[in-house]
Protein backbone atom coordinates (compact mmCIF):
# COMPACT_ATOMS: atom_id res chain seq x y z
CA UNK A 1 0.00 0.00 0.00
CA UNK A 2 1.26 3.09 -0.88
CA UNK A 3 2.98 5.77 2.13
CA UNK A 4 -0.08 8.33 2.91
CA UNK A 5 1.31 10.74 4.37
CA UNK A 6 1.53 13.78 2.12
CA UNK A 7 5.33 13.92 0.17
CA UNK A 8 5.63 17.55 0.35
CA UNK A 9 8.31 19.40 -1.40
CA UNK A 10 7.24 22.42 -0.32
CA UNK A 11 9.34 24.86 1.46
CA UNK A 12 9.05 28.44 2.80
CA UNK A 13 10.96 31.33 4.26
CA UNK A 14 11.15 30.97 7.81
CA UNK A 15 11.95 34.35 9.82
CA UNK A 16 13.06 32.61 12.38
CA UNK A 17 15.62 31.09 10.84
CA UNK A 18 16.18 33.42 7.95
CA UNK A 19 16.61 31.04 4.81
CA UNK A 20 13.76 28.80 2.66
CA UNK A 21 13.34 25.80 4.93
CA UNK A 22 11.43 22.86 4.10
CA UNK A 23 8.17 22.51 5.53
CA UNK A 24 7.51 19.76 7.93
CA UNK A 25 4.70 20.07 10.27
CA UNK A 26 4.74 18.34 13.57
CA UNK A 27 1.90 16.29 13.24
CA UNK A 28 2.02 13.83 10.32
CA UNK A 29 -0.65 15.55 7.97
CA UNK A 30 -1.57 18.07 9.94
CA UNK A 31 -0.58 22.30 10.10
CA UNK A 32 -1.50 24.29 12.92
CA UNK A 33 -1.63 28.17 12.27
CA UNK A 34 -2.23 30.90 14.29
CA UNK A 35 -2.68 34.36 12.71
CA UNK A 36 -2.70 37.50 14.07
CA UNK A 37 -6.06 39.37 13.51
CA UNK A 38 -7.45 43.05 13.93
CA UNK A 39 -7.49 45.24 17.37
CA UNK A 40 -11.20 45.43 16.63
CA UNK A 41 -11.70 49.25 16.93
CA UNK A 42 -12.15 49.71 13.05
CA UNK A 43 -12.99 47.91 10.32
CA UNK A 44 -9.90 46.04 8.20
CA UNK A 45 -8.78 48.08 5.12
CA UNK A 46 -6.72 46.99 1.83
CA UNK A 47 -3.93 46.08 3.78
CA UNK A 48 -5.44 43.82 6.01
CA UNK A 49 -7.01 42.41 3.39
CA UNK A 50 -3.51 41.30 1.44
CA UNK A 51 -2.33 40.06 4.38
CA UNK A 52 -5.52 38.04 5.29
CA UNK A 53 -5.97 36.92 1.24
CA UNK A 54 -2.50 35.30 1.85
CA UNK A 55 -3.21 33.06 4.68
CA UNK A 56 -6.44 32.10 2.65
CA UNK A 57 -3.88 31.05 -0.24
CA UNK A 58 -1.62 29.48 1.92
CA UNK A 59 -4.19 27.34 3.58
CA UNK A 60 -5.94 26.65 0.52
CA UNK A 61 -2.11 25.35 -0.83
CA UNK A 62 -1.93 23.37 1.97
CA UNK A 63 -5.20 21.40 1.84
CA UNK A 64 -4.71 21.03 -1.93
CA UNK A 65 -1.29 19.15 -1.17
CA UNK A 66 -3.10 16.68 1.29
CA UNK A 67 -2.91 18.43 4.70
CA UNK A 68 -5.91 19.45 7.34
CA UNK A 69 -5.22 22.80 8.42
CA UNK A 70 -6.41 24.17 12.14
CA UNK A 71 -6.44 27.43 11.55
CA UNK A 72 -6.91 30.04 14.50
CA UNK A 73 -7.01 34.23 14.33
CA UNK A 74 -7.61 36.33 17.26
CA UNK A 75 -9.25 39.51 17.57
CA UNK A 76 -7.84 42.03 20.16
CA UNK A 77 -11.05 42.99 21.73
CA UNK A 78 -9.59 45.69 24.53
CA UNK A 79 -7.56 48.05 24.18
CA UNK A 80 -7.15 51.92 24.14
CA UNK A 81 -8.62 52.51 21.44
CA UNK A 82 -11.57 50.46 21.40
CA UNK A 83 -12.07 52.53 24.83
CA UNK A 84 -11.69 55.94 23.33
CA UNK A 85 -13.86 55.23 20.44
CA UNK A 86 -16.77 54.40 22.51
CA UNK A 87 -19.10 57.17 23.11
CA UNK A 88 -22.66 56.95 25.47
CA UNK A 89 -24.68 55.02 22.93
CA UNK A 90 -21.84 52.24 22.08
CA UNK A 91 -20.06 50.77 24.69
CA UNK A 92 -16.19 49.24 24.17
CA UNK A 93 -18.48 45.85 23.67
CA UNK A 94 -20.47 47.18 20.93
CA UNK A 95 -17.21 48.93 18.92
CA UNK A 96 -15.62 45.55 19.56
CA UNK A 97 -18.07 43.08 18.14
CA UNK A 98 -19.35 45.81 15.40
CA UNK A 99 -15.82 45.64 13.96
CA UNK A 100 -15.80 41.67 14.65
CA UNK A 101 -18.91 41.49 12.53
CA UNK A 102 -17.70 43.63 9.87
CA UNK A 103 -14.23 41.61 9.34
CA UNK A 104 -16.26 38.62 9.03
CA UNK A 105 -18.45 40.36 6.05
CA UNK A 106 -15.25 41.61 4.42
CA UNK A 107 -13.40 38.40 4.38
CA UNK A 108 -16.60 36.46 2.85
CA UNK A 109 -16.96 39.31 0.23
CA UNK A 110 -13.15 38.35 -0.81
CA UNK A 111 -14.22 34.32 -0.49
CA UNK A 112 -11.56 33.83 2.54
CA UNK A 113 -12.42 31.10 4.01
CA UNK A 114 -13.70 30.52 7.86
CA UNK A 115 -11.22 29.96 9.97
CA UNK A 116 -11.48 26.95 12.14
CA UNK A 117 -11.63 29.33 15.52
CA UNK A 118 -11.92 32.96 16.15
CA UNK A 119 -10.71 34.40 19.57
CA UNK A 120 -11.25 37.26 21.62
CA UNK A 121 -8.92 38.33 23.67
CA UNK A 122 -10.99 38.81 26.71
CA UNK A 123 -12.52 35.22 26.68
CA UNK A 124 -8.79 34.03 27.76
CA UNK A 125 -7.95 36.34 30.56
CA UNK A 126 -6.98 33.19 33.02
CA UNK A 127 -4.53 31.68 31.01
CA UNK A 128 -3.20 34.71 30.55
CA UNK A 129 -3.23 35.82 34.29
CA UNK A 130 -1.15 33.07 34.98
CA UNK A 131 1.34 33.18 32.22
CA UNK A 132 2.06 36.45 34.17
CA UNK A 133 2.37 34.75 37.18
CA UNK A 134 4.85 32.21 36.19
CA UNK A 135 6.74 34.78 34.00
CA UNK A 136 7.30 36.48 37.56
CA UNK A 137 7.99 33.28 39.42
CA UNK A 138 10.77 32.49 36.50
CA UNK A 139 12.74 35.84 37.29
CA UNK A 140 11.01 37.14 33.62
CA UNK A 141 8.95 40.09 34.81
CA UNK A 142 8.52 42.31 37.29
CA UNK A 143 5.78 44.90 39.07
CA UNK A 144 5.98 48.62 39.53
CA UNK A 145 2.67 50.85 40.47
CA UNK A 146 0.42 47.86 39.88
CA UNK A 147 2.13 47.23 35.87
CA UNK A 148 3.34 44.11 35.54
CA UNK A 149 6.76 44.36 33.15
CA UNK A 150 8.46 41.98 31.41
CA UNK A 151 12.32 42.12 31.90
CA UNK A 152 13.90 41.70 28.14
CA UNK A 153 17.39 41.37 29.54
CA UNK A 154 16.35 38.34 31.33
CA UNK A 155 15.59 36.34 27.72
CA UNK A 156 19.21 36.11 26.27
CA UNK A 157 17.46 35.18 22.83
CA UNK A 158 15.74 39.03 22.65
CA UNK A 159 15.94 40.17 19.34
CA UNK A 160 16.66 37.04 17.77
CA UNK A 161 13.35 36.86 15.82
CA UNK A 162 13.19 40.59 14.38
CA UNK A 163 17.31 41.51 14.28
CA UNK A 164 16.45 44.33 16.87
CA UNK A 165 18.66 43.68 19.51
CA UNK A 166 18.96 45.26 22.99
CA UNK A 167 22.17 46.90 21.75
CA UNK A 168 19.95 48.71 19.36
CA UNK A 169 18.40 50.41 21.72
CA UNK A 170 14.84 50.30 20.16
CA UNK A 171 12.11 50.41 22.47
CA UNK A 172 9.03 47.83 22.68
CA UNK A 173 5.56 47.94 22.45
CA UNK A 174 5.32 51.67 23.69
CA UNK A 175 8.45 53.34 22.03
CA UNK A 176 8.37 55.77 24.91
CA UNK A 177 12.00 55.99 25.49
CA UNK A 178 12.35 58.92 28.08
CA UNK A 179 9.00 58.73 29.43
CA UNK A 180 10.06 55.08 30.96
CA UNK A 181 13.41 55.60 31.52
CA UNK A 182 12.75 55.89 35.46
CA UNK A 183 9.80 52.84 35.42
CA UNK A 184 11.84 50.10 33.73
CA UNK A 185 14.83 48.23 33.97
CA UNK A 186 15.30 48.38 30.21
CA UNK A 187 13.62 50.42 27.66
CA UNK A 188 12.43 47.51 25.68
CA UNK A 189 10.75 46.18 28.79
CA UNK A 190 7.29 45.59 27.78
CA UNK A 191 3.60 45.75 29.77
CA UNK A 192 2.30 42.01 30.39
CA UNK A 193 -0.43 43.66 32.77
CA UNK A 194 -1.34 46.94 33.54
CA UNK A 195 -3.89 49.21 35.86
CA UNK A 196 -7.21 49.89 33.99
CA UNK A 197 -8.54 53.37 34.47
CA UNK A 198 -11.10 54.43 36.47
CA UNK A 199 -14.43 53.24 34.42
CA UNK A 200 -12.60 51.26 32.18
CA UNK A 201 -12.63 47.42 32.14
CA UNK A 202 -11.00 45.71 34.65
CA UNK A 203 -10.31 41.84 35.64
CA UNK A 204 -9.23 40.82 39.37
CA UNK A 205 -6.40 38.95 39.34
CA UNK A 206 -5.89 37.78 43.16
CA UNK A 207 -2.44 38.96 43.50
CA UNK A 208 -1.57 41.13 45.77
CA UNK A 209 1.24 43.38 44.07
CA UNK A 210 -1.47 43.38 40.43
CA UNK A 211 -4.70 42.73 42.10
CA UNK A 212 -6.56 44.21 38.67
CA UNK A 213 -6.47 46.01 35.73
CA UNK A 214 -6.35 44.43 32.07
CA UNK A 215 -3.69 42.53 30.11
CA UNK A 216 -1.11 43.75 27.91
CA UNK A 217 -1.41 43.41 24.00
CA UNK A 218 1.39 40.58 23.80
CA UNK A 219 -0.04 38.49 26.35
CA UNK A 220 -2.84 37.79 24.45
CA UNK A 221 -1.60 36.09 21.60
CA UNK A 222 0.90 34.11 23.55
CA UNK A 223 -2.14 33.23 25.85
CA UNK A 224 -4.34 32.18 23.19
CA UNK A 225 -2.73 30.43 20.25
CA UNK A 226 -0.57 28.16 23.10
CA UNK A 227 -4.35 27.24 25.25
CA UNK A 228 -5.69 26.50 20.82
CA UNK A 229 -2.80 24.93 19.39
CA UNK A 230 -0.55 23.66 22.25
CA UNK A 231 2.97 25.02 23.30
CA UNK A 232 4.63 24.04 20.34
CA UNK A 233 2.34 24.35 16.43
CA UNK A 234 3.58 25.10 13.35
CA UNK A 235 2.97 28.47 11.69
CA UNK A 236 2.29 31.81 13.28
CA UNK A 237 2.08 35.21 11.30
CA UNK A 238 0.41 38.35 10.61
CA UNK A 239 1.81 41.31 8.37
CA UNK A 240 5.54 42.14 8.31
CA UNK A 241 4.06 45.18 10.76
CA UNK A 242 4.03 42.27 13.52
CA UNK A 243 7.40 41.20 13.62
CA UNK A 244 8.58 43.97 15.80
CA UNK A 245 7.53 44.77 18.69
CA UNK A 246 4.69 41.89 18.97
CA UNK A 247 6.05 38.91 17.41
CA UNK A 248 9.76 39.60 19.09
CA UNK A 249 7.46 40.21 22.65
CA UNK A 250 5.44 36.54 22.30
CA UNK A 251 8.45 35.28 21.28
CA UNK A 252 10.25 36.10 24.46
CA UNK A 253 7.49 35.68 27.00
CA UNK A 254 6.10 32.09 25.49
CA UNK A 255 9.42 30.50 25.03
CA UNK A 256 11.00 31.79 28.53
CA UNK A 257 7.99 29.12 29.96
CA UNK A 258 8.11 26.58 27.24
CA UNK A 259 11.50 26.42 25.72
CA UNK A 260 12.74 26.76 22.21
CA UNK A 261 11.65 26.83 19.44
CA UNK A 262 7.66 27.64 20.18
CA UNK A 263 6.89 28.28 16.57
CA UNK A 264 8.11 26.42 13.76
CA UNK A 265 7.80 28.52 10.93
CA UNK A 266 7.24 32.18 10.65
CA UNK A 267 5.86 34.05 8.14
CA UNK A 268 5.31 37.46 7.38
CA UNK A 269 3.41 38.88 3.86
CA UNK A 270 4.60 42.11 3.36
CA UNK A 271 2.73 45.25 2.99
CA UNK A 272 0.51 47.09 0.52
CA UNK A 273 2.26 50.35 -1.24
CA UNK A 274 0.05 52.99 -1.84
CA UNK A 275 2.54 54.40 -4.30
CA UNK A 276 4.99 55.96 -1.10
CA UNK A 277 1.18 57.42 0.33
CA UNK A 278 0.54 55.95 3.55
CA UNK A 279 -3.19 55.26 4.33
CA UNK A 280 -4.36 57.75 6.95
CA UNK A 281 -7.69 58.34 8.77
CA UNK A 282 -6.77 61.57 8.98
CA UNK A 283 -6.27 62.37 5.22
CA UNK A 284 -9.26 60.25 4.85
CA UNK A 285 -7.64 57.70 2.14
CA UNK A 286 -8.40 54.70 3.96
CA UNK A 287 -9.55 52.09 1.52
CA UNK A 288 -12.26 49.49 3.47
CA UNK A 289 -13.41 46.34 1.61
CA UNK A 290 -16.38 47.38 0.41
CA UNK A 291 -15.22 50.97 -0.88
CA UNK A 292 -12.78 48.33 -2.95
CA UNK A 293 -15.36 45.98 -4.15
CA UNK A 294 -17.37 48.69 -5.49
CA UNK A 295 -15.05 49.55 -7.75
CA UNK A 296 -13.70 45.88 -8.76
CA UNK A 297 -15.03 42.63 -8.41
CA UNK A 298 -13.92 40.26 -5.76
CA UNK A 299 -12.20 37.74 -8.16
CA UNK A 300 -10.21 40.54 -10.03
CA UNK A 301 -8.61 41.53 -6.42
CA UNK A 302 -7.87 38.18 -5.78
CA UNK A 303 -6.07 37.69 -8.77
CA UNK A 304 -4.19 41.39 -8.31
CA UNK A 305 -2.84 39.85 -4.89
CA UNK A 306 -1.66 36.44 -6.30
CA UNK A 307 0.60 38.07 -9.21
CA UNK A 308 3.04 39.42 -6.83
CA UNK A 309 4.92 37.22 -4.01
CA UNK A 310 3.78 37.56 -0.82
CA UNK A 311 7.07 38.85 0.69
CA UNK A 312 7.24 41.62 -1.94
CA UNK A 313 5.43 45.13 -1.38
CA UNK A 314 2.28 45.17 -3.74
CA UNK A 315 1.77 48.60 -5.56
CA UNK A 316 -1.77 49.44 -5.10
CA UNK A 317 -3.53 51.74 -7.83
CA UNK A 318 -6.82 51.33 -9.15
CA UNK A 319 -5.50 51.28 -12.60
CA UNK A 320 -2.87 48.49 -11.52
CA UNK A 321 -5.88 46.26 -10.78
CA UNK A 322 -7.72 47.22 -14.09
CA UNK A 323 -4.45 46.71 -15.79
CA UNK A 324 -4.03 43.09 -13.93
CA UNK A 325 -7.93 42.53 -14.37
CA UNK A 326 -7.42 42.88 -18.66
CA UNK A 327 -4.94 39.83 -18.89
CA UNK A 328 -7.57 38.31 -15.85
CA UNK A 329 -10.22 38.54 -18.43
CA UNK A 330 -8.71 35.55 -20.85
CA UNK A 331 -8.44 33.14 -17.82
CA UNK A 332 -12.25 33.88 -16.75
CA UNK A 333 -13.01 33.87 -20.75
CA UNK A 334 -11.64 30.16 -21.01
CA UNK A 335 -13.50 28.93 -18.04
CA UNK A 336 -16.51 30.60 -19.43
CA UNK A 337 -16.24 29.30 -23.27
CA UNK A 338 -15.70 25.62 -21.41
CA UNK A 339 -18.95 26.00 -19.07
CA UNK A 340 -20.84 27.14 -22.20
CA UNK A 341 -19.92 24.03 -24.41
CA UNK A 342 -20.11 21.59 -21.49
CA UNK A 343 -23.72 23.39 -20.97
CA UNK A 344 -24.86 22.33 -24.34
CA UNK A 345 -25.47 18.77 -23.81
CA UNK A 346 -26.46 16.31 -20.44
CA UNK A 347 -24.62 15.58 -17.61
CA UNK A 348 -23.84 12.12 -19.36
CA UNK A 349 -22.70 13.39 -22.17
CA UNK A 350 -19.93 14.97 -20.16
CA UNK A 351 -18.81 12.24 -17.84
CA UNK A 352 -15.43 11.63 -16.83
CA UNK A 353 -15.34 7.89 -17.31
CA UNK A 354 -12.20 7.87 -14.92
CA UNK A 355 -11.14 4.84 -12.34
CA UNK A 356 -9.95 6.91 -9.98
CA UNK A 357 -8.10 5.43 -6.84
CA UNK A 358 -7.59 6.62 -3.52
CA UNK A 359 -5.36 9.91 -2.44
CA UNK A 360 -3.76 7.38 -0.32
CA UNK A 361 -3.30 4.95 -2.83
CA UNK A 362 -1.50 7.06 -5.00
CA UNK A 363 2.24 7.79 -4.62
CA UNK A 364 4.34 11.08 -4.36
CA UNK A 365 2.86 14.13 -5.81
CA UNK A 366 0.38 11.93 -8.08
CA UNK A 367 -1.26 11.85 -4.44
CA UNK A 368 -2.76 15.59 -5.60
CA UNK A 369 -4.79 17.34 -5.74
CA UNK A 370 -7.08 14.85 -4.08
CA UNK A 371 -9.38 14.53 -7.55
CA UNK A 372 -6.05 14.61 -10.03
CA UNK A 373 -7.27 11.78 -11.85
CA UNK A 374 -10.17 12.94 -13.05
CA UNK A 375 -7.83 16.29 -14.20
CA UNK A 376 -6.16 14.36 -16.47
CA UNK A 377 -8.94 12.69 -18.61
CA UNK A 378 -9.09 13.08 -22.62
CA UNK A 379 -7.07 14.86 -25.23
CA UNK A 380 -5.71 17.64 -23.03
CA UNK A 381 -4.48 15.61 -20.31
CA UNK A 382 -0.94 16.77 -21.53
CA UNK A 383 -1.05 19.93 -21.68
CA UNK A 384 -3.25 19.78 -17.72
CA UNK A 385 -0.58 17.36 -16.29
CA UNK A 386 2.07 20.19 -17.51
CA UNK A 387 0.49 22.99 -15.93
CA UNK A 388 -0.31 21.21 -12.56
CA UNK A 389 3.28 20.22 -12.14
CA UNK A 390 4.22 23.57 -12.87
CA UNK A 391 2.01 25.11 -11.10
CA UNK A 392 2.85 22.51 -7.83
CA UNK A 393 6.69 23.54 -8.72
CA UNK A 394 5.67 27.50 -8.21
CA UNK A 395 3.68 26.95 -4.97
CA UNK A 396 6.10 24.94 -3.42
CA UNK A 397 8.53 27.51 -3.89
CA UNK A 398 7.88 29.71 -1.15
CA UNK A 399 3.86 29.64 -1.89
CA UNK A 400 4.70 31.28 -5.25
CA UNK A 401 1.93 32.49 -6.54
CA UNK A 402 3.14 34.75 -9.70
CA UNK A 403 4.68 31.21 -11.11
CA UNK A 404 1.02 29.27 -10.86
CA UNK A 405 -0.43 32.84 -12.28
CA UNK A 406 2.17 32.26 -15.12
CA UNK A 407 1.65 28.75 -15.58
CA UNK A 408 -2.19 29.21 -15.69
CA UNK A 409 -2.03 32.00 -18.71
CA UNK A 410 -0.01 29.71 -20.58
CA UNK A 411 -2.31 26.75 -19.96
CA UNK A 412 -5.51 28.53 -21.03
CA UNK A 413 -3.38 29.66 -24.28
CA UNK A 414 -2.65 26.14 -24.83
CA UNK A 415 -6.07 25.18 -24.47
CA UNK A 416 -7.52 27.99 -27.04
CA UNK A 417 -4.81 26.51 -29.65
CA UNK A 418 -5.75 22.76 -28.77
CA UNK A 419 -9.49 24.47 -30.00
CA UNK A 420 -12.03 23.75 -27.03
CA UNK A 421 -13.81 26.29 -28.60
CA UNK A 422 -14.66 23.70 -31.53
CA UNK A 423 -13.87 20.46 -29.65
CA UNK A 424 -17.13 17.64 -29.34
CA UNK A 425 -14.98 15.91 -27.23
CA UNK A 426 -16.76 16.81 -23.95
CA UNK A 427 -15.57 14.96 -21.14
CA UNK A 428 -12.07 15.97 -22.17
CA UNK A 429 -14.05 19.47 -22.01
CA UNK A 430 -14.93 18.96 -18.77
CA UNK A 431 -11.81 17.94 -17.21
CA UNK A 432 -10.16 20.61 -18.50
CA UNK A 433 -12.83 22.75 -16.96
CA UNK A 434 -12.19 21.43 -13.74
CA UNK A 435 -8.73 21.23 -13.81
CA UNK A 436 -8.80 25.01 -14.59
CA UNK A 437 -11.40 25.95 -11.95
CA UNK A 438 -9.88 23.65 -9.59
CA UNK A 439 -6.46 25.81 -9.50
CA UNK A 440 -8.17 29.03 -9.69
CA UNK A 441 -9.89 28.23 -6.59
CA UNK A 442 -6.27 27.58 -4.79
CA UNK A 443 -4.74 30.97 -5.42
CA UNK A 444 -9.24 32.04 -3.77
CA UNK A 445 -10.89 32.47 -7.52
CA UNK A 446 -14.19 30.87 -6.78
CA UNK A 447 -15.99 30.00 -10.24
CA UNK A 448 -16.89 26.72 -10.06
CA UNK A 449 -20.24 25.81 -11.81
CA UNK A 450 -22.12 23.49 -9.35
CA UNK A 451 -24.01 21.33 -12.18
CA UNK A 452 -20.43 20.84 -13.60
CA UNK A 453 -18.12 20.14 -10.81
CA UNK A 454 -20.47 19.89 -7.58
CA UNK A 455 -17.44 18.37 -5.55
CA UNK A 456 -15.56 22.05 -5.85
CA UNK A 457 -18.84 23.94 -5.79
CA UNK A 458 -19.58 22.68 -2.14
CA UNK A 459 -15.93 23.63 -0.95
CA UNK A 460 -17.05 27.30 -2.08
CA UNK A 461 -18.96 30.33 -0.67
CA UNK A 462 -22.71 30.09 -1.75
CA UNK A 463 -22.36 33.15 -3.93
CA UNK A 464 -19.59 30.57 -6.08
CA UNK A 465 -20.24 30.03 -9.73
CA UNK A 466 -18.36 32.64 -12.17
CA UNK A 467 -20.69 35.26 -12.80
CA UNK A 468 -22.29 35.07 -9.70
CA UNK A 469 -22.64 39.30 -10.01
CA UNK A 470 -24.43 38.94 -13.00
CA UNK A 471 -27.23 36.52 -11.86
CA UNK A 472 -29.86 38.88 -10.77
CA UNK A 473 -29.48 40.36 -14.33
CA UNK A 474 -29.15 37.10 -16.22
CA UNK A 475 -32.54 36.69 -17.33
CA UNK A 476 -32.78 40.62 -18.54
CA UNK A 477 -29.77 40.49 -20.49
CA UNK A 478 -30.60 37.17 -22.19
CA UNK A 479 -33.80 39.00 -23.21
CA UNK A 480 -32.33 42.18 -24.87
CA UNK A 481 -29.48 39.29 -26.45
CA UNK A 482 -32.50 37.51 -27.64
CA UNK A 483 -33.70 41.20 -28.92
CA UNK A 484 -30.42 41.62 -30.92
CA UNK A 485 -30.22 38.48 -32.54
CA UNK A 486 -33.42 38.96 -33.95
CA UNK A 487 -32.76 42.51 -35.10
CA UNK A 488 -29.64 41.54 -37.18
CA UNK A 489 -31.50 38.03 -38.35
CA UNK A 490 -34.27 40.93 -40.14
CA UNK A 491 -31.49 43.25 -40.65
CA UNK A 492 -32.61 46.17 -38.52
CA UNK A 493 -28.67 47.02 -37.38
CA UNK A 494 -29.11 50.07 -35.97
CA UNK A 495 -31.99 48.49 -33.11
CA UNK A 496 -28.88 46.17 -33.42
CA UNK A 497 -26.22 48.61 -32.73
CA UNK A 498 -28.54 49.98 -29.90
CA UNK A 499 -28.46 47.03 -28.05
CA UNK A 500 -25.14 46.47 -27.77
CA UNK A 501 -24.70 49.64 -26.67
CA UNK A 502 -26.57 49.67 -23.88
CA UNK A 503 -25.34 46.51 -22.67
CA UNK A 504 -21.54 47.59 -23.16
CA UNK A 505 -22.16 50.92 -21.20
CA UNK A 506 -23.77 48.88 -18.31
CA UNK A 507 -20.70 46.89 -18.16
CA UNK A 508 -21.54 43.70 -19.92
CA UNK A 509 -19.22 42.59 -22.41
CA UNK A 510 -20.51 40.84 -25.88
CA UNK A 511 -18.68 38.68 -27.91
CA UNK A 512 -20.30 36.92 -31.13
CA UNK A 513 -19.53 33.81 -31.98
CA UNK A 514 -21.17 31.36 -35.13
CA UNK A 515 -22.97 29.51 -32.09
CA UNK A 516 -24.50 32.67 -30.53
CA UNK A 517 -23.36 36.02 -28.63
CA UNK A 518 -21.83 35.16 -24.75
CA UNK A 519 -21.67 37.76 -22.68
CA UNK A 520 -20.06 38.57 -18.96
CA UNK A 521 -20.52 41.30 -16.54
CA UNK A 522 -17.35 43.82 -15.88
Known sequence: MADSRPIVALRVYNTRTRSLDPFTPQTEGVV??????????????????????????????????????????????IDDRIMKKADETHGWLDVAENAIAAFRRDCRALRIKDYAAYTRATDFIDPQVDMVKQLL??????????????????????????????????????????????????????????PSDPGQPTWQTGQEQWPSGRPGWHIECSAMSSVMLGEHFDVHGGAIDNLFPHHENEVAQSEALCGHPWVGYWMHPEHLDLRGIKMSKSIGNVIGVPNLLDTHRYDEIRWFFATTHYRTKLAFGDDLVAASSEGFKKITRAVKILETRLNEVDADARGIPVASKYASLREGDEAVPRERES?????????????????????????????????????????????????????SLASAYR??????????????????????????????????????????????????????????????????DVLQAAGVQIEDTPKGARWELE
Open 435 to 500: CLVRHLYVLGVELPNEALYPQLAADCFPTAGGGEAADPYKAVIDRLLEARADARKSKDFAKSDMIR
Open 32 to 77: RIYTCGLTVYAPMHIGHARTYCFWDVFRRYLEYRGYHVMSVINYTD
Open 137 to 194: DKGHAYVVDGEVLYDVQSFERYGKLSGNTLEGGQAGASGRLAEDADRKKHPADFTLWK
Open 375 to 427: LLYGEYAELSKKFITRFIEGMDEDVGCPRATAAMFDYVNELFAAGIEQSTDYG
